[in-house]
């Protein structure tokens, strides 16, 4: 049987990145003993699949030139030598960008498509759903009457982050990057305030927002936004760096804020993070965005593209803000 695969031809050197992807069409391997042969059905387009694409260092190995693009995916099982997984079963993991594949069943994590539509695996009560969750209860420790600010806001990790430090009480101030990104924040979210960094001064536009500074920071995109943030944090303020996105293209290396001497005049704490600190604890994460999500105090949203061949612009639209939501590829 045939699949079709986009594989990263070359490592990443500048951005667009756009040369790197080919689409092939290849056979799927036979199945060994503890295999499963899975249809894919949608991909997560990351902001950290930059971080897999070249040969630097990172949290985890680059695909090697020639291979699949990695991704998580869902999907289901259509053949299984595996005593784990049946046929019907839905899966998720590192699938791959590929319309099938075969994967070790130990690998794959099994979902119940009876709790939610498969995508959600993927979105709010996915990976993404999780770094939000453990980034700003565990790491963050929102409390009643707290200003917190969160960069990306109405994203995929963003709005979750954001939402649960609303839920802990907290003044939360979202930024994004378009007025619609904004009246989401505001309308659906129900933060406090939104400020779009496109259409203002940043550092003028945070001190507005918040008069007695910034206790608490979820960071996902560094650069400009994290120096203004830097330069209105309360002394012993918290700062969660999930991600620095505005930093992503730049291959070559980019500069710290200049204003870093904040973390020792103001005493600063500040956690860096990956999911995989997490891992063990995704039950505990379910736990609250399940029934959130299920009676309506949490609310996620999806971007859906359609078709394995349009990946190369779903990767260029997550760093141009144009995805409204956690950005998917649907393959199936
Ligand atoms: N630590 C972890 O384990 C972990 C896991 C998943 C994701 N992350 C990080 O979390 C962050 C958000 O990821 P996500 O998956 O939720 O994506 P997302 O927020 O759904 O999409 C990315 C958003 O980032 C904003 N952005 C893009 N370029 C930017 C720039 N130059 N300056 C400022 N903002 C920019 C855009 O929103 P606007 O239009 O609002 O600018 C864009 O829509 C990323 O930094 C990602 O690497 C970390």
Redesign the pocket.
Known sequence: MEAKQIRMREYAGTRPVRDIWVLTKDPVRALADGDVSVAIDTISI???MTGWITNKRSYMPPVKPGGVMRAFGVGEVTHSKSADLVVGDWVTGFTGVQTHGVYRAENLRKIDPSLAPPEKFLSGLG??GY?GYF?MNDLGKPKTGETVVV????????SIAAQVAKAAGARVIG????PE?CAYLIDELSLDAAID??ACDIGEALAQACPDEIDLYFD??G?E?LEAVLGLMKYQGRIVV?????Q??DFAGALGPANFMAVVTHSLTING????DYMHRVPEALGWLVPAWKDGRLKMREHVIDGIENFPDAYDM??????H???LLKIG
């Open positions: 990351d902001p950290g990976m993404t770094t980034g960069s990306a806001a109405s994203g995929a990790v963003g930024i994004a990057g378009a990104k960094y496109e996902n995109v650069g936004t999930c991600g620095a996105i505005s992503y293209g993070f990956t999911m995989r997550i760093f141009r803000g144009e995805n939501g956690k950005l």
